[in-house]
C-alpha cells in the first residue's frame, strides 16, 4: 500500500532552521506530484508549498516564499522541504501529501495520499 513518512520535525528557536523529509513507498514517485500543507491548533490546514513531477516547477503560499524551499529526489522518492528564518507562526503539524499527475497544486482536496504529519514547534 501507498505510505508516506515524513521526519525532521521538532523544536526550534525563531530564526532557526528545520529541514523536513518525506519518504514514499507503494506508488510509482515519478507520476506523483507533491505537496506540504501545514495544520495549527485550531486552524484550517494551509497550503505550504508544491512540487511538480520533475521538480521543475514549485509552488509557495506567500506567508513561506522566500523562507521555504521544496525539493526533491526521485531516485530516493523522497521529497524535502527546507524551512529557513522560522517564525513562532510556523508552529503546525506538517504533513506531505502525493497528487496522481505531472503538475502539482496547491488544493488540499485534489491529493490522493497523506502522511501522518510531524511536529513543528517554533519557539521565541
Known amino acids: 500500500q501507498v505510505q508516506l513518512v515524513e521526519s525532521g520535525g521538532g523544536l526550534v528557536q525563531a530564526g532557526g532552521s528545520l529541514r523536513l523529509s518525506c519518504a514514499a513507498s507503494g506508488l510509482t514517485f515519478t507520476i506523483y506530484a507533491m505537496g506540504w500543507f501545514r495544520q495549527a491548533p485550531g486552524k484550517e490546514r494551509e497550503f505550504v508549498a508544491a512540487i511538480n513531477w520533475s521538480g521543475g516547477n514549485t509552488d509557495y503560499a506567500d506567508s513561506v516564499k522566500g523562507r521555504f524551499t521544496i525539493s526533491r529526489d526521485n531516485a530516493k522518492k523522497q521529497v524535502y522541504l527546507q524551512m529557513n528564518s522560522l517564525k513562532p507562526e510556523d508552529t503546525a503539524v506538517y504533513s506531505c501529501?502525493?497528487?496522481?499527475?505531472?503538475?502539482?497544486?496547491?488544493?488540499?482536496?485534489?491529493?490522493?495520499?497523506w502522511g501522518q504529519g510531524t511536529q513543528v514547534t517554533v519557539s521565541s
Open positions: 501529501a502525493a497528487v496522481k499527475g505531472f503538475q502539482s497544486s496547491s488544493k488540499f482536496q485534489e491529493y490522493d495520499y
